[in-house]
């Protein structure tokens, strides 16, 4: 079993930035692919950025968040970060890490690809 906790979540003005960490009880294969998800009230979790933790140059953006956001870890802490910058008002929303096994061949995307789940912490941006 991995535990996920999440922090950093605040509130920020447009064109702010944010630090979210996600701490893995420990680094595994069971989190060999770690992902950040955001969700709004009635919407489905939507990935914002997922990195293979064996080889951190493998990560994955959407279009959204690419340019501005970027994901990497400490291995020393067991530690995934979002570093987000040029915050908007439509990156509002409860922010979760997860975490699954892979081979790192293609990175999950989908809330339904991942295992393991953090409590979240909530972003919010404003205009």
């Known amino acids: 079993q991995v535990q996920l906790v999440e922090s950093g979540g605040g509130s920020v003005q447009t064109g702010g930035s944010l630090r979210l960490s996600c701490v893995a009880s420990r680094f595994s294969d069971s989190t060999a692919c770690v992902g950040w998800f955001r969700q709004t009230p009635g919407e489905l979790r939507e990935g914002v950025a997922a990195i293979f933790t064996y080889d951190d140059r493998n990560t994955w953006y959407p279009d959204s968040t690419k340019g501005r956001f970027t994901i990497f870890q400490d291995n020393v802490k067991n530690t995934v970060y979002l570093q987000m910058n040029s915050l908007r008002p439509e990156d509002t929303g409860m922010y979760y890490c997860?975490?699954?096994?892979?081979?790192?061949?293609?990175?999950?995307?989908?809330?339904?690809?991942?295992?393991?789940w953090g409590q979240g912490t909530q972003v919010t941006v404003s205009s």
């Open positions: 997860a975490a699954v096994r892979c081979s790192g061949s293609s990175l999950p995307r989908s809330q339904y690809e991942y295992h393991f």
